[in-house]
C-alpha cells in the first residue's frame, strides 16, 4: 500500500523536478521512481552501505537516504546527482514523504481500530481509551455499509469502494472478507442523512458500469458513537441477508425498510411449517400454478384492484375474477377481501423463509457427508 502512496507523490512531483527520483525498500529494490523504467531495479549495495550510516551516501550518480529510525530502516529515498542541490533534494524528499507515510500510518491506524470496535475485538472499556490516542472522533455519527460482490479475481473489491468514497480522511473502507467490503461513512451534516441511500446507488451502479462487478449493498442503522458500529453492522448483514430471502432481486436493503421480512427472519422454522399447515390445508399452495401466482402477485401490486390487475395483465376482468374464485376454492382464502389477502400475503413470505432454511440446512448436510 505504502508503494502506491510513494509512487503518487514522486509521480506528482516528477514535473516540478527535473531530476529522478525515487524510494527503495528495505532491500534496495525501487518501489517508486519518476520514471517508471527503473521500478525493479536492484541498488542492494546501497542498502548494505546505508545500514552503516545514516547521512546522505552518495553511489553510481545519485544521492541516497534512509527513512526509518537506526533500529531499523524501513525505506530509502534517492535523487539524480552527486552534487549538493542533490543532496539537498533528497532530504527535502525525505521529510516530505515521512510526513506522508506517518498521516498514512494513522489513517492505517483508525482504520484496524474501526475494524476492531465492528467486529467486537475489542473491550469496550477500552474503546474510548484508544479514540482518545488516535485521536478519533468517538461521538460523531456513522453508518455502516456492507457490500458483497460477485466473486472476481482480476478485481479487488477494496480498490472498488476506495476510488468510490469521496471523503478519504474521515470514511473508512475495510476488508471483511474476500468479496466482502464495509464502508464507514460518516454523517456530519442533514444532507449527509439524507444522501444515505444515494451513496449505496453510487457504489452499486459505478461497480457495475466501471469495473463490471455485480453488488449488494446492505445498509445498517445510524450509530451515534463508536460503540454502536457494531450494530450498525450487524443491523447491515442482516439487512441483506432478509433481502436475499424476500426480495432477491434487490441490489440495496436497508435495515430500516424491512417491514414484515425482519419479524419473520427470526421465526423458528416449526412454527413457520404449523403456520402454513393451518393457512393451507392439504397443501392447496403446492396445487397453485406458475399462471395462478403470477396472478397473485400482480393482483397484490396493484393493491387489490380487480380492474387495475386486469388491465396489467392484458386479460378480460371476468377471467381476473374466475382466477380469484379458484384460488378461493384451493386455499379457502378470498383474496379480494383484505384480511384474506394478507394472511396470503404472510404465508408466501413465510413460505419463501421456509423454504431457504431447509435449503441451507441441505447445502450443510452436503458439506458434512463430503
Given amino acids: 500500500m505504502a508503494n502506491k502512496l510513494f509512487q503518487g507523490f514522486v509521480y506528482q512531483m516528477r514535473d516540478a523536478v527535473k531530476r529522478t527520483i525515487g524510494v527503495l525498500d528495505e532491500t534496495g529494490t525501487v518501489i517508486a521512481c519518476s520514471q517508471l523504467s527503473e521500478i525493479g531495479k536492484s541498488y542492494k549495495s546501497v542498502a548494505d552501505e546505508i545500514s552503516y550510516s545514516f547521512d546522505v551516501v552518495v ?75 488516535l485521536h478519533f472522533d468517538s461521538e460523531a455519527e456513522r453508518i455502516v455499509y456492507v457490500i458483497m460482490f460477485e466473486q472476481s479475481y482480476d478485481i479487488i473489491p477494496f480498490d472498488v469502494i476506495q476510488n468510490i468514497v469521496a471523503d478519504r480522511d474521515r470514511d473508512y473502507v475495510i476488508n471483511a472478507s474476500e468479496n466482502e467490503v464495509l464502508l464507514v461513512k460518516e454523517l456530519r451534516t442533514a444532507a449527509d442523512h439524507k444522501n444515505i441511500d444515494n451513496i449505496a446507488k453510487t457504489i452499486v451502479d459505478t461497480a457495475l458500469g466501471e469495473f463490471y462487478l455485480k453488488a449488494v449493498v446492505g445498509i445498517g442503522t445510524v450509530a451515534t458513537n463508536v ?26 436493503v436497508k435495515y430500516g425498510s424491512l417491514g414484515i421480512g425482519r419479524l419473520l427472519y427470526h421465526l423458528p422454522v416449526t412454527l413457520c411449517e404449523m403456520f402454513l399447515h393451518e393457512v393451507f390445508k392439504r397443501n392447496s399452495l403446492e396445487t397453485l400454478d406458475r399462471e ?23 386479460v378480460h376482468r371476468n377471467t381476473l375474477v374466475y382466477r380469484l374464485e379458484k384460488i378461493k376454492k384451493l386455499t379457502g382464502l378470498d383474496l379480494r377481501e383484505f384480511e384474506d389477502a394478507i394472511i396470503f400475503k404472510v404465508a408466501l413470505m413465510v413460505e419463501k423463509y421456509v423454504d431457504y432454511k431447509h435449503m441451507g440446512t441441505q447445502n450443510n448436510t452436503d458439506v458434512s457427508q463430503k
Avoid at 227 to 252: Q, W
Fill in 59 to 133: 553511489y553510481d550518480g545519485y544521492a541516497f537516504k534512509p527513512m526509518g529510525s537506526h533500529a531499523r530502516i524501513e525505506y530509502i529515498v534517492f535523487a539524480e546527482g552527486e552534487d549538493d542541490e542533490a543532496k539537498n533534494l533528497v532530504s527535502m524528499l525525505l521529510v516530505s514523504l515521512t510526513n506522508l507515510k506517518a498521516l498514512y500510518d494513522e489513517k492505517h491506524d483508525k482504520a484496524h481500530f474501526v475494524k476492531n470496535a465492528i467486529f467486537d475485538n475489542i473491550l469496550p472499556g477500552d474503546i474510548y481509551t484508544k479514540s482518545r490516542e
Fill in 292 to 314: 395462478t401466482l403470477l396472478t397473485i402477485q400482480a393482483f397484490f401490486e396493484n393493491n387489490l384492484n380487480v380492474s387495475e390487475t386486469s388491465r396489467k395483465l392484458f
Fill in 227 to 252: 460503540r454502536e458500529l457494531a450494530r450498525s453492522y450487524k443491523d447491515a448483514k442482516m439487512a441483506i441477508g432478509v433481502g436475499s430471502v424476500f426480495e432477491p432481486k434487490k441490489n440495496i
